[in-house]
């Protein structure tokens, strides 16, 4: 591989304590011919004391022998543009939660296929949300029970029907590439929608933009 193609690759950090899942997880970036393992943590006190500025993405995992991993995610995004992506066992409703709203830009499970993993990887790299479906399903119970003050009618939405769409279509972990495929309209016209629902939402993020749709009512699952 030439020196050129070699800065073109996406780096991966993993902060995962099971050597099994670690050594998975690694296989994934290591058989993906556009990503680049970066390096490993076991722990909190380990990924707490990493410089990750240049680190594209972190793979982080929340049940950390020395703590949650959730609490890592503030500092690594103050490092510069690394993303953070969960990957864990807990697909309860308080730990995807805390994830999002302390900035984790996806939320998948263990259990999730190799493949999902992979393409959540992608999808996160892209500036996209992926959220496995079983806990997109935790967030929308949540809200439900106890932010019921927010609901509004559906005749009150603030989205288009399209915007609605792009929204449930991102709830899924879908890319703004299968979203646009899904909806039958072109990659600019998804740029819009997309601006459009971040405006209204002032979000930065879909991860953001789902948890406050859904939060407020707008958004169904």
């Known amino acids: 591989?030439?020196?050129?193609?070699?800065?073109?690759l996406r780096s991966i950090f993993i902060v995962e304590d099971d050597p099994i899942v670690a050594g998975y997880l690694a296989?994934?970036?290591?058989?993906?011919?556009?990503?680049?393992?970066?390096g490993r943590a076991e722990n909190i006190a380990d990924a707490g004391a990493m410089d990750f500025a240049g680190v594209d993405l972190v793979l982080l995992d929340i049940g950390l022998p020395d703590g949650s991993g959730v609490d890592l995610v503030e500092g690594i995004k103050q490092s510069g543009d690394t993303k953070v992506l969960m990957i864990t066992s807990f697909g309860d409703r308080e730990s995807v939660l805390m994830a999002i709203e302390a900035g984790a830009d996806g939320y998948l499970l263990k259990d999730d296929l190799a493949e999902a993993v992979q393409r959540g990887i992608h999808v996160t790299l892209e500036g996209g949300s992926p959220i496995s479906p079983s806990t997109a399903t935790h967030l929308l119970d949540r809200v439900r029970r106890?932010?019921?003050?927010?609901?509004v009618e559906p005749e009150d939405s603030m989205f288009t029907s399209r915007e609605i769409e792009a929204l449930q279509l991102f709830a899924k972990g879908a890319s703004y590439k299968e979203t646009a495929d899904a909806m039958g309209i072109s990659h600019k016209t998804i740029g819009n929608h997309v601006k459009s629902i971040y405006r209204k939402l002032a979000v930065n993020s879909r991860s953001e933009a789902v948890y406050e749709a859904i939060k407020t009512g707008q958004l169904k699952i």
């Open 146 to 151: 106890n932010d019921e003050q927010f609901a």
């Open 27 to 38: 296989n994934i970036v290591n058989s993906d011919e556009a990503l680049a393992l970066a």
């Open 1 to 8: 591989m030439s020196e050129q193609e070699n800065q073109q």
